[in-house]
């Protein structure tokens, strides 16, 4: 730089503004700030993202609570209501699908169980199979993701190819396909234990080859600096390079790429069930409300209603709050 | 350009081989370590010892996985004979084989079923990328606006939505409350008018998800295009903003839609499963549900190679525009 330094330069004076704007204050306002901490301070300037974020929140903990919730209700999600429902029909009687003090959703037609019960337990499955599965994929596609791009050659070979083999592939077809042959019973497992660790292991399985492919690119870049370099010729072994140098520079695209992907896991999830290769009844599952209210879509259309936007809610909320935590990781948004 | 085409064939052909011999150990494998016996479901559960050793030879299924697909490739081009159990078979090719459940051959299962799908998929296609395109590029020269803003919320709400709510509430709103259109699927052989009628609403509800989805991707890259130099050249040397946007930012946008694009088209031709079942159409997607549902393997290898045909054919011909529209692509 030629510029004299006591001329406040052009560059200077506006990311000084942003700096108090920010709300650093006082003599912290030098100091660098952590990745983290910049993603924090421009996430909590996104309101949609945050709200996302708190209905996210309040999802996990409904999903947590469920039984205190229904039981402090009143309502159990296997409990046969069968009074309320019309004989000649079977659809509930009263208006909106049976809504009432007692049932705060209304009742299913034919036994009139519970739909806010059902619900609520319905959120375990979804949350759960989401979040696992999601997991599951993280764990494989940053592992052979900087397996491929660390040490390259044949090893780099199989795994891309790998990977582009299982991007290629009719997922949704395999995914209902291994699902429905997987054994009854398995690791001490029975009936919707076994449903639910199937689907969190076939999603995740098929999940993994689109964080491993960024995680794989990003390695390759990063193997090139400087600091690794520096790394290697102080005589630090690869392990050490891959965990300690490398992976901590990989943590911001991993967390994009799971929040991301944790809603399309919840509607595969849902997509199974409604199917019928998913969660069995009477265990409860949005999807497969949904698909039981197929046949009442015209003459008790809130029993398609309720499961429908619940599975919204959650994953616009969790669409929101990656779309946030994306820009907000995101090195090249404004600051 | 030959060459690279050669090569993505030859990958290609290689990814179909692999396909059916993971979805033979699928059907075949899992099952064996269940302890479920495949000759068993042939028959049925009450079958007794005989004939399940005699279906069981007729099949072939007591040989090694390689060898079945082997036999299933042969029976594709050559035709095969079933023989065992007493009587022959003899299945001209394309043979893929008969169905566990209806005895029906699998080939015309899958030509009466894939018009459906292929109209289904085609249609919504046509649609999705007219309006997620222009959504997206709209989005992207109007950032920050009202329009952009509506757009994009449009837009997250249609990818947060799942396809067989939308296709139920559109069919319990313009089929049965307002009547605008019929609910049934009408073969376009019998009558176009029926099956178009009938196909908006699947059209639609395919499209809407889908273009949510392009609309969000067009965005996004359009707007990082935009901030590339050679687009600061193009306007400096005093291009018209038409043929800045329309010639040079609309090329490098195109590649990663035409990946996308590649593989959606792919996969929603072996089945539309999910908009398939909400509408009750006869397609593919229909077909490999039911079959897997009643482990009807032969059915499930007949939609599953089709798919995984239409998937790979689908990304060729997306490689083979790739290398046209981006010169790059053909020197790697």
């Excluded at chain 2, 051959?105 to 919504?124: E, I, K």
């Excluded at chain 2, 059915?299 to 990304?315: D, K, R």
Aim: charged share 15%; aromatic share 10%.
């Amino acid at each position: 730089m030629t510029a004299p330094l006591h001329e406040p330069t052009a560059e200077a004076a506006p990311s000084a503004v942003e700096e108090a704007a920010v709300g650093t204050a006082g003599a912290k306002a030098v100091q660098g700030r952590s990745l983290g901490r910049i993603a924090w301070e421009r996430l909590k300037r996104d309101k949609l993202a945050l709200t996302g974020g708190v209905v996210v929140l309040v999802l996990i903990l409904i999903a947590l609570l469920a039984p205190v919730i229904t039981s402090l209700v009143g309502q159990d999600p296997n409990e046969y209501h069968e009074n309320l429902i019309d004989p000649l029909f079977g659809t509930p009687t009263g208006s909106l699908g049976g809504i009432s003090g007692d049932h705060l959703l209304g009742v299913e037609p034919v036994n009139g169980r519970d739909i806010f019960a059902r619900i609520l337990y319905g959120a375990r499955i979804s949350l759960l199979v989401g979040f696992l599965s999601a997991v599951v994929a993280v764990i494989l596609g940053t592992v052979l993701g900087i397996l491929a791009g660390f040490f390259g050659g044949w090893v780099d070979s199989l795994i891309s190819r790998i990977m582009d083999g299982l991007l290629a592939f009719p997922q949704l077809l395999f995914i209902i396909a291994l699902v429905s042959v997987m054994p009854n019973q398995m690791l001490g497992l029975t009936g919707t234990g076994v449903r639910v660790f199937v689907m969190i292991l076939v999603i995740g399985f098929f999940g993994w080859p689109y964080i491993g492919r960024v995680v794989r690119g990003q390695t390759l870049s990063l193997r090139e600096r400087e600091y690794v370099e520096a790394a290697r010729s102080l005589g630090a072994g690869r392990l050490y390079i891959l965990f300690k140098e490398l992976l901590p520079n990989l943590v911001a695209p991993i967390i994009v790429y799971t929040t991301m992907m944790i809603p399309t896991n919840i509607l595969t999830e849902a997509a199974l069930s409604f199917l019928g290769v998913g969660v069995k009844p009477p265990t409860a599952s949005w999807g497969q409300m949904l698909s039981s209210a197929i046949d009442y879509y015209d003459s008790d259309p809130m029993y398609m209603v309720v499961p429908g936007v619940a599975i919204f809610i959650t994953v616009l909320a969790f669409n929101l709050f990656g779309d946030g935590v994306r820009d907000a990781l995101d090195p090249k948004g404004s600051r | 350009m030959l060459a690279y085409l050669i090569r993505r064939l030859f990958a290609a052909a290689v990814m179909l081989v692999v396909i059916v011999l993971v979805v033979f150990s699928i059907f075949f494998l899992f099952p064996k370590w269940a302890g479920v016996d495949v000759a068993l479901s042939f028959v049925g559960k009450q079958a007794d010892p005989a004939a399940v050793e005699g279906v069981r030879q007729k099949l072939g299924l007591g040989e090694p996985i390689y060898t079945q697909a082997w036999e299933f490739f042969k029976g594709i081009f050559a035709g095969r004979t079933y023989s065992g159990g007493g009587d022959v078979t003899n299945c001209p090719a394309p043979c893929f084989g008969y169905s566990f459940r209806t005895e029906q051959s699998v080939w015309p299962v899958l030509t009466d079923r894939l018009p459906v799908t292929l109209g289904l998929a085609l249609g919504a296609a046509v649609l999705w990328l007219i309006f997620g395109l222009a959504a997206g590029v709209l989005s992207a020269l109007k950032r920050g606006t009202l329009w952009d803003r509506t757009a994009m919320v449009v837009a997250l709400a249609g990818v947060s939505l799942p396809i067989y709510f939308t296709g139920m509430l559109s069919l319990a709103i313009f089929v049965f409350g307002l009547k605008w259109f019929n609910g049934d699927y009408v073969p376009l052989e019998d009558s176009f008018s029926g099956w178009f009628g009938g196909m908006i609403l699947p059209w639609i509800t395919l499209a809407f998800l889908y273009a949510a989805m392009y609309a969000r991707i067009t965005r996004a890259t359009m707007l990082e295009v935009l901030g590339e130099d050679y687009i600061r050249t193009a306007r400096a040397k005093g291009l018209r903003e038409q043929t800045v946007i329309g010639k040079h930012a609309m090329r490098s946008t195109m590649t990663p839609i035409l990946t996308m694009l590649g593989m959606d088209l792919g996969a929603l031709i072996g089945g539309a499963i999910l908009t398939e079942t909400t509408f009750s159409l006869p397609g593919l997607g229909q077909a490999v549900l039911n079959a897997i549902k009643t482990q009807d393997l032969p059915i499930i290898l007949g939609v599953v190679l089709i798919t995984s045909l239409a998937v790979l054919i689908a990304n060729l011909v997306v490689d083979v525009m790739y290398a046209v529209i981006d010169p790059r692509v053909r020197l790697s």
